[in-house]
Each structure stands twice: as structure tokens, then as C-alpha cells.
């Protein structure tokens, strides 16, 4: 009888630490990880793509991305998105997306174009949580993907706070 | 945000016809993420964001995208279009919340 009261002391401390290191790392992180929500989970980029393209493969070229290498504020960073690729009747770039792998949701934005557009380029301001890759995929209306992707340094994320 | 659904939407003045011309857009919207909390209720505010942007010049859909929460406030854009024809360009933006905000400029190449 003692030592089961000694042992479920011996129990009730471990336990009662280990909920105080929970409780205490939980307080801690949102401080660190602003605006991380313990029910929001990050979405893997290689998640999102294999959601959009299925088991596709992305070739690299043809994407050439315009990005800050350092972002001041997080909430307005510039991405201008140019293709090379032909804008003619039966050839042209469908669309264009834009991913800020770092985001809960790393999709920003699917732009789909026409040959009417004469010009495979867009340009937009978009929010980066933190430092992460911004990546663009092109894809034509042939079925082809090509990517490219910069890593820009966010110094004030810009989802929540 | 009393402004909210406002659109500025330029294309350069002097256009011939055929050429490529860039169109520059931009929206009013507070475009918020659901991520953001209220600094005095401590309460998330819900997510509010444009997601469908249609462009069409004349009577032919040129340009459509879909938007995330990601895309900054005031959102803004360019696109290229092929000034091949002497017509209205309309660009109509909608938000999760059902509304719908759209402009009109004259696309006139000599």
C-alpha cells in the first residue's frame, strides 16, 4: 500500500513536469512561431504540387522570377513572373502559379492566361509568413510544367500578428 | 473600408493596334487571412479575400485567376493583353463573401 502511494507520487511529479514543460513550451512558441495556431497546420509545398499536378514532373527553365532577396515586410513582398514560352493560338502558357512555400497554405495565386494575352508575365504583391522559397509554376496548354524558385528573406512576417 | 471594391485598372494611352500592352489593376480589399487576430477582443477575424478574378476584353474571357489569402492587401496586378481590337476591357473581382466589384476601361489601339 505504501509503495503504491510512493509510486504514484513518484508518477503524479513526472506527470505533473511533464504537463509543466507542455504548458510552458506551449506558452512559449506562439511568442516565437506569431501566428502559428496550434489547429492550423502548415501545408507541405510538395503537398500542395502533387494536389495540383499529381506525380507530373516539373521541369526547371522557361520561369524566370523577379523577387526580393531580403523582404523588410512580409505583408507586401513584389513577385513579377515571366515565361518565355510561346503566347500563340495552339501553344501558350494556361497558367501561371505562384507558391510562398512558408505559408500554412503555400498557394498564393493561379493566374490562367490565353494567347489573347500576348505575353506570358504577371506581377503581384504577396504576404510570406517567413523566410522560405517563393516558387513559380508554369504550365502550357500542352500539359507541360516548368518551375523555377528564390528564397527571400522575410525580416516581419506578414499573415497574422 | 468604406472604399472597399474600388478598382483602378491603366493601360498605356497611345496603343497600336497589335501591340502588347501591360494592365495594371488594383482592388481595395482588406484581404485578410483568418490568421490575424483583433487587438482588443484577442478573437481571430475571419477570413475575407478576394478568390476570382475574371478579365474580358470584348465579348472573349481573357484572363482568369484564383486568389488565395496570400495575396496582399490592396491587391494589385499586372497582366500583358494583345490590343488587336478596339474594345472594353472589364475585370470583375469576387470575394468569399459573395461580393462582387467590377470596372470597365476602353481599350482603343489607332
Not at chain 1, 42 to 64: M, N, P, R, S, Y
Not at chain 1, 76 to 96: E, F, H, R, W
Not at chain 2, 10 to 35: L, N, R, S, W
Not at chain 2, 77 to 106: H, R
Request: hydrophobic fraction near 40%; aromatic fraction near 6%; charged fraction near 25%.
Amino acid at each position: 500500500m505504501r509503495e503504491n502511494i510512493k509510486l504514484s507520487r513518484r508518477g503524479f511529479i513526472k506527470a505533473t513536469g511533464a504537463a509543466c514543460t507542455a504548458v510552458l513550451m506551449a506558452g512559449a512558441l506562439p511568442g516565437f512561431l506569431k501566428p502559428v495556431m496550434a489547429a492550423e497546420e502548415q501545408i507541405d509545398i510538395k503537398d500542395a504540387l502533387k494536389k495540383l499536378f499529381g506525380d507530373k514532373k516539373i521541369e526547371t527553365g522557361h520561369v524566370d522570377l523577379d523577387v526580393p532577396i531580403i523582404a523588410e515586410n512580409g505583408a507586401v513582398v513584389p513577385v513579377t513572373v515571366t515565361s518565355d514560352l510561346p503566347m500563340a493560338a495552339g501553344d501558350y502558357v494556361k497558367n501561371i502559379y505562384v507558391f510562398s512555400e512558408g505559408n500554412l497554405n503555400p498557394f498564393v495565386a493561379k493566374v490562367g492566361l490565353t494567347s489573347a494575352n500576348g505575353k506570358a508575365e504577371i506581377a503581384t504583391r504577396i504576404k510570406m509568413r517567413k523566410t522560405s522559397n517563393v516558387r513559380a509554376v508554369v504550365e502550357t496548354s500542352k500539359g507541360n510544367l516548368y518551375q523555377n524558385m528564390k528564397e527571400v528573406k522575410v525580416t516581419v512576417g506578414g499573415c497574422g500578428g | 473600408m468604406a472604399e472597399i471594391g474600388k478598382i483602378m485598372i491603366k493601360v498605356p494611352g497611345a496603343i497600336k493596334k497589335g501591340d502588347v500592352i501591360p494592365v495594371k489593376a488594383m482592388v481595395v480589399h482588406p484581404m485578410e487571412t483568418g490568421q490575424r487576430k483583433d487587438s482588443k477582443t484577442q478573437n481571430l477575424i475571419p477570413e475575407h479575400y478576394i478568390n476570382d478574378v475574371k478579365v474580358y476584353y470584348g465579348s472573349d474571357m481573357v484572363t482568369s485567376m484564383e486568389w488565395g489569402i496570400a495575396v496582399s492587401t490592396n491587391p494589385f496586378i499586372t497582366f500583358y493583353l494583345k490590343a488587336d481590337k478596339a474594345a472594353p476591357l472589364k475585370m470583375v473581382f469576387k470575394d468569399n463573401k459573395g461580393a462582387s466589384f467590377e470596372q470597365t476601361v476602353q481599350v482603343n489601339p489607332q
